[in-house]
């Protein structure tokens, strides 16, 4: 086992303190890992090509940024390397960059880097490591050089050879003489070992315009994208398109559902996919008829469509989803909610392999913040269990990272 700090020990004495006070007598369902350190925001995890856990995250001083990766060593995380320092990124709460391994040895990653020809424009940044996150590329843009525009909220596919990149592209806002009517984009452009970024593809010409992305990669080898949609009559329900990452092809797998939810905005809220072999579990957030709902529905192996959807929530939540499995096939999802005295917890709900509710309601997970600088949860499986990482917007930004149950 680790050795634990002190700061450590103070840290599970506060957290344990509330989440006994979120969650009434209930023993507590997190157990902390580790604090990532002051100033440090915006985690993803993911795994590695033999499956253990890695997270990325952005650790910022006065002068710079800095984009780290760390491996999960049994109990605890591993040593932080460095992918990549900016001075110019961006560290967007919702909009977080992504780390992604390929089955054959390579990893990829990617940031967001402020464009300094507008006020409110930024590139994506893209890196390759041939070593499995040992070194790392220069970085390139996936998109062509020229509109300035917001390029954001970008999905990795990678595959054996290769990786392709999907991301909303904003080119269309640039110079339009009314920007009410541009239109964001999904596009898509593939990074092969041995050449350079291949032509981009428009998957969608019409999509929301700041919500984030999901993937959900299938056995057979494609990968379901889901995004928040932009229909006419300012529907914003989500999309989904198969994406075949090896050549760029896709097609249209139509809505996660019809919720109808009608928004002259971006709610900036979007959906998560998780699997086991026998079905599939998609969680959202939506509030149509003016009703805030996280939602979920099942998907049973061979199907396309969902079946119906049940709300999750038990106080009005604020969404920010995520879900993921364990190596035995149980489901994970995990939101933001309040709690009807002016509070507001991350919650959770976890189901087995069958998709029997563990606990006969979603639990209250540990007390959080609904400030924008508390960002998105983000999880992945363990052999029993997952390993979930939030940020903790005060006193200064720092990522914990915890294990449930």
């Known amino acids: 086992m680790k050795h634990v700090s002190l700061k450590e020990n103070l840290l599970n004495v506060v957290v344990a303190a509330a989440l006994m006070c979120s969650c009434g007598t209930r023993p507590s369902e997190l157990q902390l890992v580790q604090?990532?350190?002051?100033?440090?925001?915006?985690?993803?995890?993911?795994?590695?090509?033999?499956?253990?856990?890695?997270?990325?995250?952005?650790?910022?001083?006065?002068?710079?940024?800095?984009?780290?990766?760390?491996?999960?060593?049994?109990?605890?995380?591993?040593?932080?390397?460095?992918?990549?320092?900016?001075?110019?990124?961006?560290?967007?709460?919702?909009?977080?960059?992504?780390?992604?391994?390929?089955?054959?040895?390579?990893?990829?990653?990617?940031?967001?880097?402020?464009?300094?020809?507008?006020?409110?424009?930024?590139?994506?940044?893209?890196?390759r490591s041939d070593d499995s996150g040992v070194s790392w590329s220069e970085p390139v843009s996936p998109h062509k050089a020229g509109p300035v525009a917001e390029y954001g909220f970008a999905q990795w596919m990678p595959f054996d050879g290769g990786a392709a990149l999907a991301w909303l592209d904003g080119r269309d806002f640039d110079e339009n003489p009314d920007p009410a009517t541009a239109r964001m984009e999904v596009r898509l452009a593939r990074w092969l070992s041995d050449r350079p970024w291949s032509e981009e593809t428009v998957l969608d010409s019409s999509v929301c315009t700041c919500c984030p992305m999901a993937t959900l990669a299938h056995p057979s080898g494609p990968v379901e994208l889901v995004y928040r949609d932009r229909l006419a009559g300012e529907i914003r329900d989500f999309n989904r398109i198969l994406v075949e990452p090896t050549s760029g092809s896709f097609q249209d797998l139509g809505p996660l559902q019809r919720d109808g939810w009608e928004i002259a905005a971006c709610p900036v809220n979007g959906a998560s996919l998780s699997q086991n072999a026998e079905r599939t579990l998609a969680v959202w957030f939506t509030a149509t008829e003016d009703t805030a709902r996280v939602r979920l529905a099942w998907?049973?192996?061979?199907?396309?469509?969902?079946?119906?959807?049940?709300?999750?929530?038990?106080?009005?939540?604020?969404?920010?989803?995520?879900?993921?499995?364990?190596?035995?096939?149980?489901?994970?999802?995990?939101?933001?909610?309040?709690?009807?005295?002016?509070?507001?917890?991350?919650?959770?709900?976890?189901?087995?392999?069958?998709?029997?509710?563990?606990?006969?309601?979603?639990?209250?997970?540990?007390?959080?913040?609904?400030?924008?600088?508390?960002?998105?949860?983000?999880?992945?499986?363990?052999?029993?269990?997952?390993?979930?990482?939030?940020?903790?917007?005060?006193?200064?930004?720092?990522?914990?990272?915890?294990?449930?149950?």
């Open 299 to 405: 998907r049973e192996v061979g199907s396309v469509a969902f079946g119906a959807p049940h709300d999750l929530h038990q106080s009005p939540p604020l969404g920010r989803v995520t879900s993921a499995t364990d190596q035995r096939g149980y489901f994970y999802a995990m939101w933001l909610e309040t709690n009807g005295t002016g509070g507001v917890a991350w919650m959770g709900q976890s189901w087995n392999a069958q998709g029997a509710a563990v606990d006969p309601a979603p639990v209250p997970l540990i007390t959080a913040s609904e400030s924008r600088a508390g960002g998105f949860p983000t999880a992945v499986g363990l052999e029993a269990g997952v390993l979930v990482a939030w940020t903790n917007p005060s006193p200064e930004p720092h990522v914990m990272t915890a294990v449930w149950p």
């Open 35 to 127: 604090d990532l350190g002051d100033r440090t925001a915006v985690p993803h995890l993911t795994t590695t090509a033999n499956g253990s856990p890695a997270v990325l995250y952005v650790q910022s001083n006065d002068t710079t940024h800095r984009l780290i990766q760390r491996s999960w060593e049994v109990d605890s995380w591993g040593e932080a390397q460095t992918i990549a320092e900016d001075s110019a990124m961006l560290v967007n709460w919702a909009d977080r960059p992504q780390l992604a391994f390929g089955p054959d040895g390579a990893a990829y990653a990617h940031w967001l880097r402020l464009d300094e020809r507008g006020d409110f424009a930024y590139t994506i940044q893209a890196v």
